[in-house]
């Protein structure tokens, strides 16, 4: 038996990158995972391919579109997962963005936009979760994706920062609040992962003259790692498969780092 097999998962962000790798290691320990992302047809993709590789579990695999800032579109996803599955017992919150801007060219709509999604958005996951959740009375486990950009501010991305810094709060707001309901609240911080945001990152911080050639970023951010290289999705999914498993029930309001040590706390 798998860790967290029969165990009832939504990931946000799943299209891609980390969240898909999150739900894809669920579905391997035993999990049911509903897939959700903004990009309907791309994680409707990403269902569709874990149904063909899993074969006898394909059963176990739903998707759903979701804005994640928009409360209502949540709370359908919740239902839509209970009605497929019977229930919610994992609540992952990994959708987020970043657009880098020079700390001085930071504007109202940047700031907007990358706290709407990445603080708002972990909130209102959050709070829809735990409603479910405390509906049953079962209890659960709510896990949010926070950063190294977490823990100190950097530059040009100081809105994506302030909203990984929202996130830890978030975290400890939760677990204290929902420690009542046997639901446990907990995050991870990767660091440097090699995934399209991290491209597209690379990508923005060269367009607004803050580095002077494509990869630069990576390589200057990777020198710092003491594990000596970036991350690759699969180097993350054994500590969020953990926490969502009942190998971690005694932990809550934690954020543990994945950075491969570039942020020593």
Not at 44 to 58: F, G, P
Not at 174 to 189: E, N, Q, S, Y
Not at 198 to 225: C, K, N, Y
């Amino acid at each position: 038996m798998g860790r967290v097999s029969d165990r009832v998962c939504i990931v946000t962000g799943a299209a891609q990158g980390i969240g898909r790798a999150i739900g894809e290691a669920l579905l391997d320990e035993g999990a049911k995972v509903c897939f959700a992302d903004i990009n309907a047809d791309k994680v409707a993709e990403v269902a569709d391919a874990n149904r063909s590789r899993l074969n006898d579990r394909a059963d176990a695999v739903t998707s759903m579109e979701v804005d994640v800032t928009n409360r209502d579109a949540v709370r359908a996803m919740v239902v839509n997962t209970v009605e497929t599955f019977g229930r919610l017992d994992v609540k992952f919150n990994n959708a987020g963005v970043n657009k880098p801007m020079n700390f001085l060219d930071v504007t109202e709509e940047n700031w907007n936009f990358i706290m709407g999604i990445n603080g708002l958005g972990c909130m209102i996951g959050m709070q829809e979760a735990a409603r479910q959740m405390i509906a049953q009375g079962t209890g659960g486990k709510i896990i949010n994706t926070a950063s190294i950009a977490s823990r100190q501010g950097f530059d040009n991305v100081a809105p994506y920062c302030a909203s990984k810094f929202a996130v830890v709060s978030l975290t400890q707001s939760g677990a204290r609040d929902l420690a009542k309901h046997d639901i446990t609240v907990t995050g991870f911080a990767p660091g440097v992962v090699a995934t399209e945001m991290w491209e597209q990152v690379d990508q923005d911080l060269l367009d607004i003259g803050a580095a002077e050639r494509p990869g630069q970023a990576m390589e200057e951010f990777s020198a710092e790692i003491l594990r000596g290289r970036v991350a690759l999705p699969e180097d993350i999914t054994g500590t969020t498969t953990y926490l969502a498993s009942r190998d971690s029930d005694y932990m809550t309001g934690q954020i543990v780092m994945i950075d491969g040590g570039m942020t020593l706390v």
